[in-house]
Structure formats: C-alpha cells, structure tokens
C-alpha cells in the first residue's frame, strides 16, 4: 500500500479511502512502541463506530492501547485473522495487518488527519 495516499491520525491510526470505504489500520511507529502483540480486539459487523471513539484495542506485553475509529459510519469489514496471529499487524501494517473497513458516514473528517509527511514530523517530535 502506497503510504502517501493515505491519512494518519495523532492517536497513530491510518485511513485508506476507496469511495465510501475506509480502510483503518494502526501505523508501524504505533506497534514499535507497543512491542511484542499477543491480543487484539475487534469490532462488530454492522456496529457503527464514531470518528475519535475507541471501537477496539490492541495488547501487548507490556500495555494495553485502545483503538480508535478515525471515521465515523458502520464496520463492514473485520481482519478477523488477527484475532488468532497479531504477526500482520507488525509484519505488515500497512497491507495484511489491516484492521477494519468502514462505511464512512461523513467523509469530510478526513479533512483534518495528517499527510504521510506530516505523520513523519509528527512521529519524530513525539519520539524526542
């Protein structure tokens, strides 16, 4: 997945937009601070979820972080393969480690996430 096409929030999430689907995932910089994964937790088919609310959470050994929706609209789709093996979602975050799809219900939010430079910037006055 081209990583300048997408959107990146403060909270480490990032969008990839196809029509009304948005495609949600965490970012590389957000499983590095995590470290070694070993629980996530999805949410429903057919539930909705509201831009800047947790609608899941991921865990590793050393904490517990929630996940949080940048979009607003129904779940469509879930990674349910991550459930069993969170491997993806550090292997690949940006591809197979895909978390969820969403019907976006306002699609103008995305006005106000990050460009893939921004996050970068971003990312590394957070590290300092």
């Known amino acids: 997945m081209d990583q300048g096409n997408l959107k990146f929030t403060k909270t480490h999430e990032w969008v990839s937009v196809d029509g009304e689907m948005a495609t949600v995932g965490i970012t590389d910089f957000a499983v590095n601070q995590l470290t070694d994964l ?63 799809k969403v019907k976006m219900s306002n699609p103008s939010e995305l006005d106000q996430f990050m460009t893939a430079d921004d996050y970068q910037k971003f990312c590394e006055s957070e590290a300092h």
Do not use: H, M
């Open 38 to 100: 070993v629980y996530i937790e999805l949410p429903e088919i057919g539930s909705t979820c509201e831009a800047g609310k947790v609608f899941g959470e991921v865990e590793s050994v050393k904490a517990v972080s929630d996940l949080y929706s940048p979009v607003s609209g129904e779940i469509a789709e879930v990674n349910a393969s991550l459930v069993d093996d969170q491997a993806p979602l550090s292997d690949d975050p940006f591809g197979a480690g895909w978390i969820t």
